[in-house]
């Protein structure tokens, strides 16, 4: 079960948009259309933002968009704002009801 | 509205045990799927287990198999965890999780989560 791997963080300006990725194995984000994307604003509790690779759920903006290449999932956030500043995580299935995260990634609006 | 309120953290000397509670309401708790997920402080999130509905499945992380144990009362809408043999590698806040789909399992994701509860392990 090891951690999927995402860049510790990334960076841009209002308007621009931005991918965070996250990498993992044919065990995990590569052998299943299982990954999920969540927001973690510091001190609150993470929030779904991207389900089953690219569905959003009810609520979330459109700017928030994924997708998946192989082992290889990605968020995309177009037109970033000032409060999408936070972290954010991947997660997928491995199989045998286990899960596994991403290290996440620290989005900064500058 | 869907609504997840863990309870039950607080300082724990090491080797001792817990039990987290996460009381849950607005939807019909005894058919979903339910996870536990920690974050250690300044650390990311790390998924701990899986019940489903019925309690009769129950799946942990490698980290903490044979110390933790999950479960639920769907007659009091509240979800468990018992940790036992505690390590400051222990020491997180603690997440109860929904899991997105009526009777289905496994819950492929996390739809909603509480507010954490804090688990400190020291002597």
């Known amino acids: 079960q090891s951690a999927l791997t995402q860049p510790a963080s990334e960076s841009g300006s209002p308007g621009q948009s931005i991918t965070i990725s996250c990498t993992g194995t044919?065990?995990?984000?590569?052998?299943?259309?299982?990954v999920s994307w969540y927001q973690q604003h510091p001190g609150k509790a993470p929030k779904l933002m991207i389900y089953?690779?690219?569905n959003r759920p009810s609520g979330v903006s459109n700017r928030f968009s994924g997708s998946k290449s192989g082992n290889t999932a990605s968020l995309t956030i177009s037109g970033l704002q000032a409060e999408d500043e936070a972290d954010y995580y991947c997660s997928s299935y491995t199989g045998s009801s286990t899960w596994v995260f991403g290290g996440g990634t620290k989005l900064t609006v500058l | 509205q869907v609504q997840l309120v863990e309870s039950g953290g607080g300082v724990v000397q090491p080797g001792r045990s817990l039990r987290l509670s996460c009381a849950a309401s607005?939807?019909?708790?005894?058919?979903?799927?339910m996870h536990w997920v920690r974050q250690a402080p300044g650390k990311g999130l790390e998924w701990v287990a899986v019940?489903?509905?019925?309690?009769?499945?129950?799946y942990y992380a490698d980290s903490v198999r044979g110390r933790f144990t999950i479960s639920r009362d769907n007659s009091k809408n509240t979800l468990y965890l018992l940790m036992n043999s505690l390590t400051a590698e222990d020491t997180a806040v603690y997440y109860c999780a929904k899991g997105p789909w009526a009777l289905s399992y496994p819950p492929l994701y996390m739809d909603v989560w509480g507010k954490g509860t804090t688990v400190t392990v020291s002597s």
């Open positions: 089953d690779v690219s």
């Open positions: 019940i489903s509905s019925d309690g009769n499945n129950n």
């Open positions: 044919s065990s995990d984000v590569g052998g299943y259309n299982f």
């Open positions: 607005g939807f019909t708790f005894s058919t979903y799927g």
